[in-house]
């Protein structure tokens, strides 16, 4: 069941969507941004608690995050279009995973494909920030089968 600020926000976002794809500028995600357990939902992929700082320019955003359960982690993603390969880190194991973005408005759009176990995992992120507030909205699957996917919601620093 949908929160009232998540009916809000999802309102926001499809009402001013068209008049932001208007503007060649892209919201800003850079800062150093702290998970808001309160705020998020749970799943397998909900850390107990999680630090991100994240720096963006004009072709890459660049990710440094801290989480219970799988550490530190670095990845790099290209805002050209062109795929990167990055370590994803789940527990107990690491894994190639390659990531392209796109941008549907001032929403950034993660595909990450990978196998751990040799089965397919697909990820998708969706980036939405408003204010001091990120959120991040994930669909996955894993070996064909959809996960229950969480809604992240971190508060910049």
């Keep these: 069941m949908l929160r009232t600020w998540q009916v809000v926000a999802l309102t ?16 800003d ?11 998020s939902t749970a799943s397998s992929f909900t850390p107990k608690w999680a630090t991100y ?14 989480t219970s359960g799988t550490g530190k982690a670095h990845t790099v993603y290209a805002l050209d279009g062109t795929s990167r390969t990055n370590v994803l880190r789940l527990i107990g194991t690491e894994v190639p995973a390659t990531s392209d973005v796109r941008w549907a408005h001032d929403t950034l759009v993660v595909h ?3 196998r751990p176990d040799d089965k397919p995992l697909e990820q998708v992120d969706r980036w939405v920030v408003q204010g001091s507030t990120l959120v991040m909205l994930r669909s ?11 809604m992240l919601v971190f508060t910049r620093d």
Excluded at 12 to 27: E, N, W
């Design 12 to 27: 926001c976002t499809v009402a001013i969507g068209p008049l932001a794809a208007q503007s060649s500028r892209h919201p």
């Design 140 to 150: 996955a699957s894993y070996d064909g089968t959809a996960m229950k996917s969480p």
């Design 112 to 114: 990450t494909v990978s």
């Design 29 to 39: 995600f850079g800062g150093h941004w702290t998970l808001d357990t309160a705020r």
């Design 53 to 66: 700082v994240v720096a963006q320019t004009s072709d890459s955003i660049v990710v440094d995050r801290e």
